[in-house]
């Protein structure tokens, strides 16, 4: 050691520890929630491209799969009875009815990647988010995903072409109530059409920005 160092040392009677003086931040629970056509999906997709150390919840369902959809990447594809019978385990930590299908999310999956140090991200409707709130208080951080009006989610709403007018007009009364309940939340982030990258750019900031913190967020599953 550099004598100037080691006389400080001797001075002090310690010796200068290397190790880091801030802990590690715990791992989070990232709730990522918003209306139908914001784009929850493109955001996360983009999100497991830029970022390491992110474990993407899989949820469980009982509706059919979609074209393009992967068994076990997308969702976990079970029956109604099969889902009913997770319920009656308790092994799912919220689990909702939306538009005639069952929707949870799996306990197991979280507390092993939390263990492993991985920040989880969950994407819920809002019902879902808010089964959550309840479940986890503030120890998790609350994203509410929306697009820049409402024209332009009506419009993604219909350039999806995977639902009838009856069940558009559905979605839109579901979305224009589920705004109101952005107070709910901890952050807000637009997700404006051809502007996805800033809205990743901004999820990742909150992350960071949690992950800063003073006093952490100390989520229990």
Known sequence: ????LRALESSLGISFSSDSICPS????IIVISGPSGVGKDAVIKRLREVRENLHFVVTATSRGM???EVNGKDY???SKDEFLSMVEKDELLEYALVYGD???IPKKQIRDFMAKGCDIVLRVD??????LRKALGDSGVFIF????????LVERLIDRKTESEEELLVRIA???EEVKRVKRFDYVVVNAKGKLEEAVVLVGSIIDAEKAKVRQREPII
Do not use: D, H
């Open 1 to 4: 050691k550099p004598e100037l």
């Open 25 to 28: 931040p715990n791992p989070l």
């Open 66 to 68: 979609r074209p393009g």
């Open 76 to 78: 976990f594809f079970v």
């Open 102 to 104: 069952y929707k949870g």
């Open 126 to 131: 809002i019902q879902g988010a808010e089964t």
């Open 145 to 152: 995903l929306v697009a820049e009006s409402e024209l332009a």
């Open 174 to 176: 579901t979305a224009r």
